[in-house]
Each structure stands twice: as C-alpha cells, then as structure tokens.
C-alpha cells in the first residue's frame, strides 16, 4: 500500500531565501510524481509532473526531482516571495490512483 | 478550454438531508477521481470512475455514499443522510488515460459541504 509523507509540515522563511520541500513514498512502482501546490479555502493547482521516465522537471523557480531507488522527491523553489506562501502537495501515481501526501505549509515572509 | 467544473462551490445541508455534488472533467477527459479534504488533513481517496463504470471504490464509506459518472453528463457524488462528520471540502480530478507518462491530475475548486 502507497503511502506518502511531507517534511517538514510547516516552514517559515524570509523572502529571498531558496528552500527544499521533502517528499517521500513507499512503493517504488509508480508512474508520476505530481506536485501540487493549494492555498487556503481553494483547489489545487499543478505545479510540476516527473513522469517515470524522468528523474526532474523545472518550470520558472521551481525544480522537482524524482529518485524512484530511493523513494523520494524534491521541490526546489529558488528566490522564495511572499506569493509562494500556500501549502504544497505531492502525490505519487500507482496504475491509476494518485495517493497524497499531509502537504508541507509554507509561509514566506517580505 | 475549460478545467475541471464543479458545482456547487458551497453547499448546506441539515442532519439527515441528501448531498449532491457535481463534476464536469476537462474536455477529453474520461477518468474521474472524488476526494475528500477535511480541515487540516490532506486529500483522502474516496473513488475513481470510468465513463459508466466505477473501478475502484475503496476510499468510500461503506454506508451512505455512492458515485456515477454517466455516459451523458457529469459525475456525481451524492451523500444520503448526511451527518455533522460529512462536513469537508470534495474535490473532483480528471486525467486522460492514468497509469500512462504524459496524464497529469487536473483538479477542480472543490465543494464546500457544511451540514448544520
């Protein structure tokens, strides 16, 4: 059974900074690696997708990597603003159903 | 070109009433997923359909809840007897064809269930 964990939960950072969000799974067998990101009372938006054939993707600030071996993923966000503030989500993609992890809460202060 | 629609954005409902939630997937989108966001927690699978067809259930309360997802129309997710512990955001994702490279999860604004 697929089972994903975030660390850290909550992070606080001033604006400028670059930082490193942790995502980890259980089962190695998965075909996405889909990072998401959701602020408060709204959906979730689609940040980056690591298709299993890739071991990274890189879109603006934003770089995610995906080590299946070792059963994790990364999301690099360089430059950090206050706009970057929401929770983040990654979630793993079995044959068909994505399982999510708890989310890291990220505030970025000006 | 449209996302995932759902409707309604807020919904309220007494103890004992019946909730419907509806989902409309992206355009050329056939697969359906439902999940459950309750305050503070993460999302929770509840269950992934096909056109007419559901696949997977798991996630679902045993009792109360079912899905559908016609050949015409949207999915819905529909509650009977909704209690005070239904109360969560529902979201709604869809994806072409999953378990395949290049099939990333849309999701919707979700349904903000509140029973009174």
């Known amino acids: 059974k697929q089972e994903v964990t975030q660390i850290p939960a909550a992070l606080s950072v001033p604006e400028g900074e670059n930082l490193v969000l942790n995502c980890s799974f259980t089962d190695s067998a998965i075909y996405n690696l889909q990072w998401f990101r959701q602020d408060p009372g709204k959906g979730l938006t689609s940040l980056l997708l690591?298709?299993?054939?890739?071991r990274e993707q890189t879109s603006g600030r934003l770089n995610a990597s995906l080590d299946k071996s070792s059963g994790r993923s990364t999301l690099y966000i360089a430059a950090s603003q206050p706009g970057d503030s929401a929770t983040y989500l990654c979630a793993g993609q079995g044959t068909y159903k994505y399982i999510f992890g708890t989310g890291t809460r990220l505030k970025v202060l000006a | 070109n449209a996302g995932v629609m759902q409707n309604p954005r807020h919904l309220v409902r007494r103890r004992g009433q019946e909730a419907r939630l509806r989902c409309s997937p992206m355009?050329?989108?056939?697969?359906v997923y439902w999940y459950r966001q309750l305050p503070e927690e993460g999302l929770k699978f509840m269950v992934y359909?096909?056109?007419?067809?559901?696949?997977?259930e798991s996630g679902m309360p045993k009792e109360r809840f079912s899905a559908e997802f016609p050949k015409e129309g949207p999915s819905i997710l529909r509650i009977q007897q909704v209690v005070r512990g239904d109360s969560a955001a529902y979201f709604c994702?869809?994806?072409?064809?999953?378990?395949?490279?290049?099939?990333?999860?849309?999701f919707g604004n979700g349904t903000r269930l509140t029973v009174t």
């Open positions: 690591i298709q299993s054939s890739q």
């Open positions: 355009k050329g989108h056939s697969h």
């Open positions: 359909l096909q056109k007419e067809n559901i696949i997977d």
């Open positions: 994702a869809s994806s072409r064809q999953p378990g395949q490279d290049h099939s990333p999860l849309h």
